[in-house]
């Protein structure tokens, strides 16, 4: 059961291969997990937030991404609950700036403002809009960096500043309040 305070555990998925070759992933699919983000879901540690008390039945969503999805059956192997795939929860689409370096183009895409996407990409309005609907209530959601400030931001004009590091553990409870684990 969630703690009153807090409405869902939001992970990020560990280490990807791409990750760890610094290049940018968005919606790239088939991009699994290193020996190091497997252990990083391995080490998440749920209750340490305090949110959940009992984690047994608690809903897993995830990303259907390949990152995601491999970080949810670590986690799902743990505490004996079964893995829902959500659309909804894929990383933001950076078109044709996918598998470029994210040394370059990170930077460009924390600048922009809201309502602007790369070519073929998808505007921080668009995922915004797009994760408002999904009901996160007492789960534990497996996402993605991007798609995580989408989640805590207020709105499409406020997105948090920083990315979450692969791997953490997040708890969101009420409007847009963020803690680390």
């Not at 990383?91 to 403002?113: D, F, I, K, S, T």
């Not at 007492?138 to 805590?152: K, S, W």
């Amino acid at each position: 059961m969630p703690d009153s305070a807090v409405s869902a555990v939001l992970v990020r998925h560990g280490e990807s291969v791409w990750n760890a070759a610094g290049l940018l992933q968005g919606r790239t699919h088939a991009v699994g997990l290193t020996a190091r983000g497997r252990a990083q879901a391995r080490a998440a540690d749920l209750g340490a937030l305090g949110a959940l008390r009992d984690l047994r039945g608690v809903r897993i969503l995830t990303s259907p991404q390949l990152r995601a999805l491999e970080t949810a059956w670590i986690l799902a192997e743990r505490i004996g609950s079964p893995v829902e795939e959500c659309a909804e929860l894929r990383e933001q689409g950076h078109g044709g700036w996918e598998g470029r370096p994210v040394a370059v183009y990170a930077p460009l895409l924390a600048a922009a403002g809201p309502d602007w996407a790369p070519p073929g990409g998808e505007t921080f309005r668009e995922l915004w809009t797009r994760v408002r609907g999904i009901d996160l209530t007492g789960a534990v959601v497996v996402t993605h960096g991007e798609t995580i400030r989408a989640l805590l931001a207020p709105s499409p004009e406020e997105p948090p500043r920083r990315i979450p590091p692969n791997g953490a553990v997040l708890a969101l409870g009420g409007p847009g309040v963020m803690s680390f684990g």
